[in-house]
């Protein structure tokens, strides 16, 4: 017999061969061996800031917080996945000679430098693509209008940012491993959906749930992007228009706002993790259709993965995580 219904606070994040959760009993991963087929179930000390300092759990910083939390976390638990599913060793294999030297003479320290890099360049690329190329783009735009797109900015460039991180997550998608990854995505939030409605964490209970989420990543970027627009046409009525006018002053002027925007996407999120009114339906639904491209429907093994990290971290009664 399904127990009560019920909304929680669990949550979690799709990784390679693997999903990670956390709820009551803490934070979990489950990862599938791809040689052996074996299911690595491993608890993760990890303790929020805000549980640790009042200061960070005030509304808006603790949303700043929590999602620079969830960079970081989420980059080490990858980078732990692609170890223990033993995806990294097939890697080494294929290094090259000059590769397998380097790596040899230098080990951690090298991957740090690299890692370090690749980080510098994924912010700077997407500082390019979501904040410089939006200000162009409506530059362009507007020049072609002769000016009289000028009072609409901040909505012009928020709908660009969401244009260009659609086309971007879809090109995304097509990538083989990607793919493979939102598949773990999709298990994660089905299994999530089954144990809320109160059935019993099993393969084919969990086939039947929606793969579709409101307290997921991806409703909280679409979120965000959504605010975008309505704080940055505001703040485009306080800057003159000069300022406006030139592409890298303005960029850097809408930066401060990145936080504030964050803050606020991140309050919603959790309020819609207690609701479902028509305020919640209307601003949820862009992020909820963005899942189509971000979740994928699981086959049975990647379900197993799933069920596995829930159940490490979800006790007998339900109510020690629902939502408070």
Not at 50 to 62: D, S
Not at 231 to 255: A, G, H, R, Y
Request: hydrophobic share 45%.
């Amino acid at each position: 017999m399904p127990k009560k219904s019920h909304i929680t606070s669990v949550g979690g994040q799709a990784l390679i061969e693997g999903v990670m959760m956390q709820g009551p009993k803490g934070m979990a991963t489950a990862v599938r061996h791809i040689t052996d087929g074996e299911i690595i179930t491993k608890y993760h000390e990890f303790t929020p800031l805000r549980n640790r300092n009042k200061f960070f759990n005030i509304p808006i910083i603790r949303g700043v917080t929590a999602f620079v939390e969830s960079m970081i976390n989420g980059y080490k638990l990858l980078m732990y996945s692609a170890e223990a599913s033993g995806m990294q060793e097939i890697e080494d294999e294929e290094l090259s000679d000059f590769e397998k030297w380097l790596n040899d003479k230098f080990g951690d320290k090298l991957m740090g430098v690299i890692t370090a890099i690749a980080s510098l360049f994924g912010f700077a690329l997407a500082f390019l693509i979501f904040f410089y190329l939006p200000v162009l783009a409506f530059k362009g735009i507007n020049t072609l209008a002769h000016g009289g797109l000028t009072p609409f900015q901040g909505a012009f460039e928020g709908v660009i940012k969401i244009i260009i991180f659609v086309v971007y997550m879809e090109l995304v998608s097509q990538m083989k491993e990607i793919k493979r990854v939102f598949k773990y995505h999709g298990a994660e939030h089905k299994s999530i959906c089954c144990y809320e409605q109160g059935l019993e964490l099993t393969v084919e209970n969990v086939k039947k749930c929606s793969r579709f989420h409101p307290r997921c990543g991806t409703s909280f970027m679409f979120v965000m992007l959504i605010l975008s627009i309505f704080v940055i046409t505001i703040l485009s009525l306080f800057v003159p228009q000069e300022l406006k006018s030139n592409t890298v002053l303005w960029t850097l002027i809408k930066l401060p706002m990145v936080p504030v925007i964050m803050g606020i996407g991140y309050e919603f999120i959790k309020y819609a993790g207690k609701h479902n009114n028509i305020f919640v339906r209307i601003l949820s639904a862009p992020g909820l259709w963005m899942q189509r491209i971000t979740t994928k429907e699981p086959e049975d093994d990647i379900i197993e993965v799933g069920i596995a990290s829930l159940k490490a971290v979800i006790t007998e009664n339900p109510e020690d995580d629902e939502i408070k």
